[in-house]
């Protein structure tokens, strides 16, 4: 099972990474426009490509510390991470950042939340750190999770991972580690690819060949996608921390413009000290 998952997973990331450059659109638009999509489209539209040594970048960057998980959130409320996450209240007026130290040009990092950009702004540690995606910190915060969803947007995978999880935990779990993402990240992924077959089945099953989004203006998610984001989506966003959405990155889902975060630069050299003190 191990090696059908590995098998399966790498060629689905390869299968993306080189067949998808761009990502759907709404009419003309590179999201859904507030309004039911009456409103302008926003002009700042997100980087959407990252070169190899971007994402190498991130992906060699290790962590002090990380966050881990040892309950399931979806069958326990009172789960929560080790350490506790900070500012879970606040969404997305949070920020998590990673500040790096002077001294080993940015190889390690520490994963810092604060309660607004402002907040981090005025914080000594600005100077040597950059806003990773709005949100608290959580488990799919890391730079390794964040080269992943650099490189590509893993909905095929993803998916298939999760039908794997709902026959076999265990083989689910293996089936999103071997997508790249971190065990943590990749047990948050699993518990929500489980809790969605379980809630939403009945209306996924019928709408397997459904196209992501409805046509414009609105580009209205597809009954499947409607209920993930309702029933398993608040837990997601809160645990893991990262989101595509949250890091300013767009995906195969067109999603709303205002859900997107703007101003986010994923640079693996950005306010590095070593990086500063050469200029």
């Known amino acids: ?41 926003p002009s700042n539209e997100p980087q959407s490509t ?24 979806y069958e326990n409320s009172t789960c929560e991470t080790t350490p506790p996450q900070e500012y879970l209240d606040l969404g997305d007026t949070a920020v998590c950042a990673f500040v790096y130290e002077p001294g080993n040009n940015c190889s390690e990092y520490s994963m810092r939340s604060f309660p607004s950009e402002e907040a981090f702004k ?3 540690t600005s100077s040597s750190g950059v806003i990773t995606h709005v949100g608290s910190c959580g488990l799919c915060s890391t730079a390794q999770d964040l080269s ?25 779990q293996l089936c999103y580690e071997a997508l790249g993402l971190t065990p943590n990240c990749a047990k948050i992924w699993n518990f929500d690819g489980i809790y969605d077959g379980q809630q939403c089945l009945e209306v996924c099953l019928s709408n ?4 992501n989004n409805g046509p414009p203006p609105a580009c209205a998610l597809n ?18 921390g990262r989101t595509r959405r ?27 000290p070593e990086a500063l003190s050469s200029m």
């Open 122 to 124: 005025a914080d000594p």
């Open 50 to 73: 990252f070169d190899n040594a971007t994402i190498d970048g991130f992906s060699a960057k290790q962590p002090q510390s990380i966050y881990a998980l040892d309950c399931n959130p």
């Open 223 to 240: 009954p499947c996608l409607e209920c993930d984001e309702v029933e398993a989506g608040p837990n997601f966003s809160a645990i893991g």
């Open 208 to 211: 397997l060949v459904a196209s």
């Open 1 to 41: 099972m191990k090696n059908i998952v590995l098998s399966f997973a790498t060629v689905a990331l390869q299968s993306r990474s080189l067949a998808q450059t761009t990502f759907p659109t709404c009419g003309s638009c590179w999201c859904v426009p507030d309004d039911g999509g009456l409103d302008p489209c």
């Open 246 to 272: 949250r890091s300013g990155l767009l995906s195969e889902i067109i999603r709303n413009c205002s859900s997107i975060a703007t101003g986010i630069v994923h640079d693996p050299s950005l306010n590095c």
């Open 148 to 172: 992943v969803y650099l490189r590509e947007d893993f909905t095929t995978a993803g998916k298939y991972c999760a039908t794997v999880g709902l026959h076999n935990s265990t083989a689910g």
